[in-house]
C-alpha cells in the first residue's frame, strides 16, 4: 500500500500560481502511477492530469492543458502539480491518487489509493 499526504493549497487571485505537492510512503513510490484529481463544490470528481511510473509520459484534462504541469521526482518519493494562469472554476479539493498501472488512466476508480485533499481557491 502507499500512503499519500497533499499541500500547497490555498486562496490565491485569478492569474495566480500555486504548486500543490504529493508526498508519498509506503511501498516503493516508483511502482505507481500518480494522478491528481479534483472536485468543485456541486460537482462531480474530475481528472486533472497523469504521470506514468518513470515521468517521461503525462497527460491532462483539456480544461487545464497549457496551465498546468505535473511532474514526480521519484528520488524523494513526490509528485507534483505547477499551476499557473489560475482561473476562478479551478476552484477545487484538490486529490491525489496512486496506482500500480502501466500507463496513465482518466478514470477515477482505476486509482485505489488517495490522499486527503487540499482546498484550492481562487478569486476573481
Known amino acids: 500500500q502507499v500512503q499519500l499526504v497533499e499541500s500547497g493549497g490555498g486562496l490565491v487571485q485569478a492569474g495566480g500560481s500555486l504548486r500543490l505537492s504529493c508526498a508519498a510512503s509506503?511501498?516503493?513510490?516508483?511502482?505507481?502511477?500518480m494522478a491528481w484529481f479534483r472536485r468543485a463544490p456541486g460537482k462531480e470528481r474530475e481528472f486533472v492530469a497523469s504521470?506514468?511510473?518513470?515521468?517521461?509520459?503525462?497527460y491532462y484534462a483539456d480544461s487545464v492543458k497549457g496551465r498546468f504541469t505535473i511532474s514526480r521526482l521519484n528520488t524523494n518519493n513526490t509528485v507534483y502539480l505547477q499551476m499557473n494562469s489560475l482561473k476562478p472554476e479551478d476552484t477545487a479539493v484538490y486529490y491525489c491518487?496512486?496506482?500500480?498501472?502501466?500507463?496513465?488512466?482518466?478514470?477515477?476508480?482505476?486509482?485505489?489509493?488517495w490522499g486527503q485533499g487540499t482546498q484550492v481557491t481562487v478569486s476573481s
Open positions: 491518487a496512486a496506482a500500480s498501472l502501466r500507463s496513465i488512466s482518466t478514470i477515477h476508480n482505476a486509482y485505489p489509493y
Open positions: 509506503g511501498r516503493t513510490f516508483s511502482a505507481y502511477t
Open positions: 504521470v506514468n511510473r518513470s515521468g517521461g509520459n503525462t
